[in-house]
């Protein structure tokens, strides 16, 4: 790359960085023009804190038991590192995740320093996609479950939560493209008659490298099953964060929100914001109010609920501290 599209890298960089600042900043205007400041004040005005540290305790086991999950599928792959390293490496990208503006720079920050140490990078890369996709599957799987049992309990639900279907079965068909090699193969057939040679290459790569995984049916499924406690205990902490600030939670708002939350988690995917910032709270304040709590006790739950994920993410900053003495 010449001096000159280097420039033109940083500008655009730049510029869609500053995009997503104004987005966010615009959404935040946008929830308070419609939520009481001075509520979603109220909502946090008197804590219960053993319940927010529950929060803090089940959100660090939940990041534990996802250091875990990645461990087993870096080593499935080839990459035998020290559990001691993993959870630095992990818990640094968590840190990244929320202090960097955007929510992958963890994934970023994982690849090029573990990658590039092991001398692994496409390999750290398909493990890290694996670990995330199995995550984001094991999540739609959990909100499907919890909706079909919430219709059988007569517990009403928005139309939109039908939404985690079709991501559920996307997901399903990601995996299953990389992971097979017959589907593998037709993809990059047909993105090639498709003209789309730059991205065939790539997805011939990965699915190359992730031709490690595919004899191991049985333990992926064991993964998944893994991951699927991994997100019921991210799903709890919000329970426990809403319980935190005094929300008197019924039985039929928590099945809600065990289905509202991973809703709100996928759009929170759409890379428009810095760090779902704004968008985490405008949607919240329209989506979460269907369990019956009001919008600035949600806005304020949400706020909470991230708060402590930064606070528990910290520790990874002071991992990276100590490293670089």
Not at 47 to 74: D, K, T
Not at 260 to 289: H, Q
Request: aromatic share 8%.
């Amino acid at each position: 790359m010449n001096d000159q599209d280097g420039r033109r890298s940083r500008g655009r960089s730049l510029l869609v960085f500053w995009g997503k600042v104004s987005v966010s900043a615009l959404l935040i205007w946008f929830v308070l023009s419609r939520q009481s400041l001075t509520g979603i004040k109220a909502a946090m005005t008197h804590p219960r804190w053993e319940m927010l540290l529950a929060a803090f305790a089940v959100y660090g086991v939940s990041a534990l038991a996802g250091s875990l999950q990645w461990a087993w599928i870096l080593r499935a792959g080839g990459i035998p590192v020290s559990r001691s390293r993993i959870l630095r490496v992990y818990f640094i990208g968590l840190f990244f995740n929320n202090f960097l503006p955007a929510n992958i720079g963890g994934d970023a920050w994982k690849i090029v320093d573990l990658g590039g140490q092991e001398g692994r990078r496409l390999g750290v890369f398909c493990a890290t996609l694996l670990d995330r996709l199995i995550g984001l599957g094991a999540l739609a799987l959990l909100a499907v479950l919890v909706l079909a049992a919430a219709s059988g309990w007569g517990i009403p639900l928005p139309q939109v939560a039908l939404v985690m279907v079709p991501v559920l079965l996307l997901l399903a068909v990601i995996l299953m493209v990389l992971l097979s090699r017959r589907l593998g193969a037709w993809g990059v057939a047909l993105l090639e008659r498709l003209h789309l040679g730059t991205l065939a290459a790539p997805l011939q790569r990965v699915t190359g490298e992730l031709a490690l995984y595919r004899p191991r049916v049985r333990w992926l499924q064991l993964v998944f099953l893994f991951s699927v406690g991994v997100q019921f205990l991210r799903m709890a902490t919000h329970i426990l964060v809403a319980l935190g600030l005094g929300s008197a939670l019924t039985s039929q708002q928590a099945v809600q929100l065990l289905v509202l939350v991973p809703v709100l988690a996928v759009s929170l995917t759409l890379p428009v914001t810095i760090n779902g910032i704004g968008l985490r709270e405008s949607i919240s304040a329209n989506l979460l109010t269907w369990t019956g709590l009001a919008g600035p006790e949600v806005v304020a739950l949400e706020v909470a609920a991230y708060l402590v994920q930064v606070l528990f993410s910290l520790s990874g900053g002071v991992m990276l501290l100590v490293r670089r003495r």
